[in-house]
């Protein structure tokens, strides 16, 4: 337990209203969305940066631990704080647009800042922004930030690292810094800013983002195409991404996906098909979008492809994404205990790598239904097993393990979005050598010294 004197040392710095050591407080702070539970000592939510500033200062000289934490949906536990300390939480007071700049097409934004909202306050202007990973509608910009988070349009427009300009953050020490500035050509010292995203809260603590806008495309076309492989279905995503169109959205549900997701929500989906593949398009032009679809449609035929249709109103659009929005949940059929992961390939790799989650499967005699963001090469792959049988819970982790071996195979990465958090951290030597691993820890050594902050994580310590 963290001495009181701690506790109200932090009460002069930021107001008793804003330091919460009570039951009540300490458990609604300790989950993420890996159902993993670590309380904190106490939950602090800062008024500003220089609030922030002041805390690590302060925790930095007394070694106390402390963890930034935007809205816990994470799934590996990178906002967990499995050693105790402070949770410094923004929702309550920074959570604010600070600017949107029209003619140099940017948004300057809090941590604490719903992705959603602010992708709704920006299209009310005529701009755009396109990062939209699934948690979209409570996770924040802080949060997405700390995890490089992704999403369904990540196809044809990236994810976050690709809209972050420039940051302000605060050091463990307590110093205030600012990363990258407000010009689309920047190339003057290190690249700061990219050592921060996906760092998951382990260098410093954003206290506020630049974001590079786009302008609202106009028009959006959406399409499914059936297919009676899942093999010749990913062979139809790296072709239909080398024939000239960039889908914003090119996503996939195998068998076992569409069967639990028909076994629960009975939409009269194809439960024979091997694959289903979800795709959207968008432009300024009618014309555009559909040349999108006929070579999309085209390549899809080719590879095996029996049914194509493309949405003609929102509401067929929305039923034809439904499978895909509520495939996770789904999955609840197959067990109580899901492994959820995230890996990702070169898209070329996509057809080999699901023929090896296959006998994985098999070997283990476990489910493991797959779907995801193929147009990026990114799989969120589940290993389903009773929670409550502790062999099969074992069995898991092994197929677990020999799945991230073939995807580090086939030229691969742990994670394409959820990060590395506790959950993958004792996996990171077999993505990474000891030179690397050494090289890491030298980087976290250089800007947190007295490791406060957020420790344990990415198999660092």
Known sequence: M?????????????????????????????????REHFEPDAVIFPRHEEDVSEILKYCNEHRVVIVPRGAGSGFTGGALPSSGGIVLAFEKHMNKILEIDMQNMVAIVQPGVINMELQRAVEAVGLFYPPDPASQEYSTIGGNVSENAGGMRAAKYGITKDYVMAMRAVLPNGDIIKAGKRTIKDVAGYNIT?????????????????????????????????????????????????????PVAMEFLDNLTIRAVEQTFHKGLPVDAGAILVTD?????????????????????????????????????????????????????????????????????LPELLERFAAIAEKYSVKIPCFGHTGDGNVHTNVMVDGKDPEQVKIAYQAIEEVFQATIDLGGTLSGEHGIGLAKA???????????????????????PNNILNPAKMGLD
């Open 2 to 34: 963290i001495d009181k004197k701690h506790l109200d040392n932090f009460a002069k710095i930021v107001g008793s209203e804003n330091i919460y050591s009570d039951k009540a407080h300490l458990l609604a702070y300790s989950y993420d969305a890996t």
């Open 194 to 246: 990219g050592i921060l995203i996906a760092s998951e809260g382990t260098l410093a603590v954003t206290t506020e983002v630049t974001l590079k806008l786009l302008s609202k495309p106009k028009l959006t076309k959406t399409a499914m195409g059936i297919f009676d492989s899942v093999h010749r279905a990913m062979e139809a995503v790296y072709k239909t991404m080398a024939s000239g169109v960039t």
């Open 281 to 349: 398009v968008d432009g300024n032009m009618e014309d555009d979008l559909d040349f999108q679809l006929e070579i999309i449609e085209r390549v899809f035929r080719e590879n095996g492809c029996s049914n194509f249709k493309i949405a003609q109103t929102k509401a067929e659009a929305a039923d034809l994404w439904f499978a895909r929005r509520n495939a996770s949940p789904s999955l609840s059929v197959y067990g109580s205990k899901k492994l959820n992961e995230d890996v990702t390939v070169p898209r070329s790799a």
């Open 426 to 448: 004792p996996y990171m030597h077999m993505a990474f050598t000891d030179e690397e691993m050494n090289l890491f820890k030298s980087i976290k050594k250089a800007f947190d």
